[in-house]
């Protein structure tokens, strides 16, 4: 199993999950609001206050997948190719290994 995660532009998300939603073997998504800036140096002029540098965060949004291996490039390939706009801060998208998973949720009636 891989865990695939991704942060992308928060205006790229729909179209991300239409995208995803049609590959074959795609097992769901968790998806969270976040904020986050890149290196200075990539794209801006270094910042001289203060106040700039703690307020140059951007709206972002981080999409998490766990997949078994079969599938799990198709879907890193799937996120760079939807998720781009060709400028600084279309996001990342990374895969890690995955140890063990198990889905939670009751086999059996029982009390609560």
């Not at 998300?13 to 968790?30: E, K, S």
């Not at 999409?63 to 706009?85: G, S, Y």
């Not at 198990?102 to 086999?107: E, G, N, Q, Y």
Request: with cysteine; hydrophobic share 40%.
């Amino acid at each position: 199993m891989k865990e695939i995660k991704a942060v992308i532009r928060p205006n790229k998300l729909t179209v991300l999950r239409n995208a995803l939603v049609a590959l074959p073997g795609f097992p769901g998504m968790t998806v969270s609001k976040v904020e986050g800036c890149s290196a200075p140096s990539r794209h801006v002029p270094a910042r001289t206050k203060i106040k700039d540098e703690l307020t140059d965060y951007t709206a972002k949004v981080r999409v998490e997948i766990v997949a078994p291996d079969d599938v799990a490039e198709a879907i890193f390939q799937r996120i760079t190719e939807v998720a781009q706009t060709g400028h600084y801060g279309d996001g990342l998208v990374w895969i890690t290994d995955v140890e063990k998973v198990a889905f939670i949720f009751k086999t059996t009636p029982g009390p609560e």
